[in-house]
């Protein structure tokens, strides 16, 4: 069982940065992959990025590419969105998620919502312009 908690929401300018944080409880944390997702009301939750549980692989959506990076810190029971360049349409409430486990690869890094077991319950970001 892994508990998730997001920190670091809030309101940004376009072009500026924001950092969210998604602390886990528990000693698993480095079995799992962990991804980002987000939502906006109305809309289904998108998947953002994801990290393999060694870090050694990440998967980006078109969307932020090159402008949002993940990481994460096993020792730390951490994983990280640092998100520059926001634009208006990063308007949403940011979930973490982790998937996987012990049986599947260090380079899993799923990309849908459905191969995610655990979530957080999420933070607003909002970009104006």
């Known amino acids: 069982q892994v508990q998730l908690v997001e920190s670091g929401g809030g309101s940004a300018q376009a072009g500026e940065s924001l950092r969210l944080s998604c602390a886990a409880s528990g000693r698993t944390f480095s079995r799992y992959a962990m991804g980002w997702f987000r939502q906006i009301p109305g809309k289904e939750r998108e998947f953002v990025c994801g990290i393999s549980r060694s870090g050694a692989s990440t998967e980006y959506s078109d969307s932020v590419k090159g402008r949002f990076i993940i990481s994460r810190d096993n020792a730390k029971n951490m994983a990280h969105l640092q998100m520059n360049s926001l634009k208006p349409e990063d308007t949403a409430v940011y979930y973490c998620?982790?998937?996987?486990?012990?049986?599947?690869?260090?380079?899993?890094?799923?990309?849908?919502?459905?191969?995610?077991?655990?979530w957080g319950q999420g933070t607003q970001v909002t970009v104006s312009s």
């Open positions: 998620a982790a998937g996987g486990g012990p049986s599947f690869s260090d380079l899993y890094t799923p990309a849908t919502a459905l191969q995610y077991n655990y």
